[in-house]
C-alpha cells in the first residue's frame, strides 16, 4: 500500500481511507475496469450497423481492452475475483469453462449471434464462449503478435457465415 500511494502522490493514511487493504483496492480497481469494457461493449451493440460488424467490433474490443489489462486480468487477485462472481451468479446459469470470464461478456456476445442469425440450429452460447475463449488462445500462442490475433479472431466470425 505505501508503493501506491507514493506513486499516486498521496499519504497513506489517505488511501486507507478509501481501501482497507490491497485485496479491497484491487476489487474496486478490477471492477471498474470491467465495468467500462462493458459500457464500451454496450455503445458498440447499440450501433446502427450490421450484426456481424458488431460482433467483429466487440470481439476487437475486448481483444485491445484484454491486451491493455493483461497484468489485472491475469494476476491471482483477478482469477480469485471472478470466482467470488462465479459462486454468486444464479445457480442456474452453466458456469463458463473460461477462468475469469465474465457471464455478462458471454451473454452480450451470444445475443449478437443470436440477432444475426448466424446458422440455423447453432448454439449461440456455445460460439459465444468458443469466440471469447479464442482471444485466450491467442495469447497464450503469441501475444505480441496483434495483427494476426485480430486477424485470426476475424476469420473465425468469418466461419460462422460459412
Not at 25 to 32: A, D, E, G
Not at 134 to 156: M, P, R, T
Request: hydrophobic letters at 35%.
Amino acid at each position: 500500500m505505501r508503493r501506491i500511494a507514493a506513486k499516486c502522490g498521496i499519504a497513506l493514511g489517505t488511501l486507507y481511507n478509501y481501501y482497507s487493504n490491497k485485496r479491497e483496492l484491487f476489487n474496486q480497481v478490477y471492477r471498474t475496469a470491467l465495468s467500462q469494457t462493458h459500457q464500451q461493449v454496450d455503445q458498440i451493440i447499440q450501433q446502427d450497423i450490421p450484426p456481424k460488424e458488431r460482433l467483429i467490433q466487440v470481439l476487437e474490443l475486448i481483444y485491445c481492452e484484454t491486451i491493455s489489462k493483461i497484468p489485472l486480468w491475469t494476476s491471482k487477485y483477478a482469477l480469485d475475483l471472478s470466482d467470488q462472481f462465479l459462486e454468486q451468479s444464479d445457480s442456474s446459469e452453466p458456469e463458463p469453462e473460461i477462468p475469469g470470464l465474465d457471464i455478462n461478456l458471454v451473454h452480450k456476445v451470444e445475443h449478437l449471434i443470436d440477432e444475426a442469425k448466424v446458422r440455423e440450429g447453432s448454439d449461440s452460447s456455445r460460439l459465444a464462449r468458443t469466440l471469447l475463449d479464442s482471444i485466450s488462445v491467442c495469447f497464450g500462442v503469441d501475444h505480441k503478435a496483434h495483427e494476426q490475433n485480430k486477424a485470426y479472431l476475424l476469420w473465425l466470425v468469418e466461419c460462422l457465415w460459412k
